[in-house]
Structures are given as structure tokens and as C-alpha cells.
């Protein structure tokens, strides 16, 4: 059997290198499509670890909570409030409230949460000089930028002290800064937060999230100096709770305390439904994975019909090879050769154009990953050895399949209608 393969593998390259040109146009089909395939499922795994790193740059185990989601209807700028075409309805979500916060901070109540951290947010103009523009103001504790995982990029950030004593100090993100103070040094000058004078300590990082200028200050100087609003019990509004998990894995169940929690607090029957909102990061990633994947795969199958286009061209050929070959297939079985040594044949024979074409489109998926990564650092394309395996198969699988029709006709020749064949 190992003598009848590589003697069936000297008679394909010799025939391959007979007709160097047709050989060449028949594998460049396979090679596209190899190379297609391959470089679509690693720059769809490059994405989607871009896209997952990105996200998880908040924290991985970020849980957040919001109020319930509302609406409300509210005329355009001047126009008849009555007019019930000029009206727009607008979403927010309710607030939860101070009392909700301590409940999560209750270690009993939530063991799994490792920081717990209220966020009040308000909008407020602030100045510099004579510059001046509306900024979402969020009022925060110290815990802050571990919950969600910023970091500063120049200055510092308030203390425990700064907070219990309602300290009139902020920290600006990139955008605000740029607007507030353009090419000047921010930390230590002083802006205006509704008339108010306070103290720049600190300027966030670029998040891959800012939309709009916004400014950090302690959460006790926005309800004391700048926000007096309270909840219809008394209580102290809370836009936002945002929880760190004290790993990957108490994700879920800190969802569940949390739940179980809040609608203790909200005094809701088992049939009511929830009154507030939690979003889970952990969750969210695991969505993204599964969306960036899908489409990954999309693409990969995409591709994959020029693998069949290329599958085809290798029977087409096949068929006039073997047409071409008639005679010397008639002369092989006059001598005693077996039906099984012509099919092994020309099988042998379609396999390796296939199998030359998928090297030739893995070497050239390399090479473009290598452009792509030096022109888009961000996308970290690597080929992975499935891929590479993948490929392989792939084309060894094109061979068979496309090869065997053509084989199987060369195998049932008579020889000596073969040998009579001009």
C-alpha cells in the first residue's frame, strides 16, 4: 500500500508539472478560499477580543443597578404645550434612593459584593474663565474607581476626608478638560459649578465610553451645596448603584441578593414585578462573545463558498484530465492494473492540487494578517493552529469530495474502449 501511494504521488506531481499553468488556475480557486476562510475567523477572533477587552476594561465583575425605566411627554422648545404634535416622549429611569444603598452595603444582606458604590447625577453648567458649557455632574464616595475601573489620568482623586467634609473639589474626564481649560494644566485652578468655586484635583483617562463632558465631586458636596431634590419619603436620591463582585463566578448570585434585597426594601409581593433595573457585565460580555462569534462564523461561511467554487473548478479539471488520459488509463488496466489503483489515482491526484492550494492560502493569510496587525495595532491577528488545521482538512476533504466523481469515471472505463479511444 505504501509502495501504490507514493508511486500514485510520483505520477501526480508529474502530472501536475506537465501542465504547470492549468495546475496554477486550478489551485488559485482552493487558495483564495483557504485564505478567505482563514484570515476571516482570525480577524473575527481578533475583534472580538478587542471588542471583549474594551468592555471588560469596566470590570468583569460590574454589576449595575438603576431605577425602573419611565417615560414622560414634554413640548418642543416653543411650542404650545398643549400641542399634542409638538410633544416628544422622553425615557429616564427612576431614582433609587440612599436607603437602597445602604441596604447593598449590608454584608449580611449581600455578602458577595466586595464595593458597593451610589452615584447621584445631576446636570449643572460649570465655567473657567469665560468659558462655559453644561456637564453631567456624578456624585460619588471613594470607592468610585474600583467599582467601575477608571483610572486617572493626571492629579488625584478625592479622599475619605474630602468627602465626609463636603470638600468643593472635582475630577474632570478628558472631554471636559479639553473644553474647560484646552492646552492649559488643569489641576489646581479653579472652575464654577453653579456659581460655586471648586478645586480641580484630578483628570480621568480617555474612556472608550465618553460621550459628554462630565465632572466627579463627592457625593455629600452635590446633595449639601448644589442639589437639594429628595424623594417623597425624605431620603436622598441615588441615580445609580454600581457593585463590584468579589469574583467572576458571584456574578449570579450577587444578582440574586441584590434582587432579593431591593424588593424587601420596596415592600413588593412575590407577584409584583421588579421596580428597578440591574445590569450585569459579566452577563453582557458572554451576550458580545456570542454576537461577535455568530458573525465570525457568518463571514467564515461566507468564504467558505469560494472554497466550493475552487472545489469545482478542481472536478472540471479532473474530468478533462481524465478524458485526455483515456488511453494510458486503458493501457494501465490492460496490464493488470486494478479498478481500485485508477480511483486512488486520480483521488490522489485531486487531492494534492487541493491540498497545494490550502498551503498557498495559509501562506497568504499570514502575510495579510502581518499587514492588518501593522496597520491596525489594535487588532492583536494571530493565526491560530485550528485555523491552520481547519484549512487542512478542509482542503484535503475538496479533494476527496470534488475528485471522486472523475475518479470513480476513470476507474469504470472499459479498456478497451479506453484503448480505442483518439
Not at 161 to 189: C, H, W
Request: charged letters at 20%; hydrophobic letters at 50%; proline letters at 3%.
Amino acid at each position: 500500500m505504501l509502495s501504490k501511494t507514493r508511486e500514485n504521488l510520483r505520477i501526480a506531481i508529474a502530472t501536475l508539472f506537465s501542465s504547470k499553468l492549468r495546475a496554477f488556475l486550478t489551485m488559485l480557486g482552493i487558495t483564495i478560499g483557504v485564505m478567505s476562510v482563514v484570515l476571516l475567523l482570525s480577524v473575527g477572533q481578533a475583534f472580538e477580543q478587542y471588542v471583549v477587552g474594551e468592555f471588560s476594561s469596566f470590570g468583569s465583575n460590574l454589576v449595575a443597578v438603576w431605577g425602573e425605566r419611565s417615560s414622560t411627554t414634554q413640548a418642543e422648545s416653543g411650542a404650545n404645550v398643549n400641542d399634542a404634535d409638538a410633544q416628544t416622549r422622553v425615557t429616564f429611569f427612576e431614582s433609587l434612593s440612599w436607603k437602597d444603598y445602604l441596604a447593598l452595603s449590608d454584608r449580611f444582606r449581600v455578602p458577595d459584593a466586595r464595593i458597593v458604590s451610589p452615584i447621584a447625577q445631576t446636570a449643572l453648567p460649570a465655567s473657567w474663565q469665560d468659558t462655559t458649557l453644561d456637564v453631567a455632574v456624578a456624585g460619588v464616595t471613594e470607592t468610585y474607581l474600583d467599582a467601575v475601573s477608571v483610572n486617572l489620568g493626571a492629579g488625584r482623586f478625592m479622599t475619605d476626608i474630602e468627602i465626609e467634609e463636603s470638600a468643593r473639589v472635582v475630577v474632570l474626564n478628558q472631554m471636559a478638560t479639553e473644553k474647560l481649560f484646552g492646552d492649559v494644566y488643569p489641576i489646581g485652578e479653579m472652575i464654577k459649578v453653579k456659581g460655586l468655586s471648586f478645586e480641580v484635583i484630578g483628570v480621568t483617562d480617555l474612556g472608550a465610553s465618553e460621550e459628554a463632558e462630565s465632572i466627579i465631586m463627592p457625593i455629600t458636596t452635590l446633595y449639601q451645596r448644589l442639589n437639594s431634590t429628595r424623594m417623597p419619603d425624605g431620603s436622598l436620591p441615588v441615580g445609580a448603584i454600581m457593585l463590584q463582585a468579589t469574583d467572576a463566578s458571584a456574578s449570579g448570585r450577587l444578582v440574586q441578593q441584590i434582587t432579593q434585597t431591593l424588593r424587601d426594601e420596596h415592600k413588593l409581593d412575590p407577584d409584583d414585578d421588579d421596580d428597578f433595573m440591574i445590569f450585569s457585565q459579566n452577563d453582557f460580555l458572554e451576550s458580545l462573545s456570542a454576537i461577535t462569534g455568530l458573525i465570525t462564523a457568518f463571514l467564515a461561511v461566507i468564504a467558505g463558498i469560494s472554497l466550493v467554487v475552487g472545489g469545482i473548478g478542481i472536478m472540471n479539471i479532473m474530468l478533462v484530465t481524465v478524458t485526455e488520459r483515456t488511453r494510458e488509463i486503458g493501457l494501465r488496466k490492460a496490464v493488470g492494473a486494478q479498478k481500485s489503483d485508477i480511483l486512488l489515482q486520480f483521488i490522489t491526484e485531486a487531492i494534492l492540487l487541493s491540498v497545494l492550494g490550502g498551503f498557498l492560502g495559509t501562506v497568504l493569510a499570514f502575510l495579510l494578517s502581518t499587514l492588518i496587525r501593522l496597520g491596525v495595532p489594535e487588532l492583536n491577528i494571530i493565526i491560530q493552529p485550528s485555523s491552520i488545521m481547519l484549512a487542512t482538512v478542509v482542503s484535503v476533504l475538496i479533494g476527496v469530495f470534488f475528485g471522486a466523481f472523475p475518479a470513480n469515471r476513470a476507474a469504470k472505463m472499459s479498456p478497451i474502449d479506453a484503448l480505442r479511444f483518439e
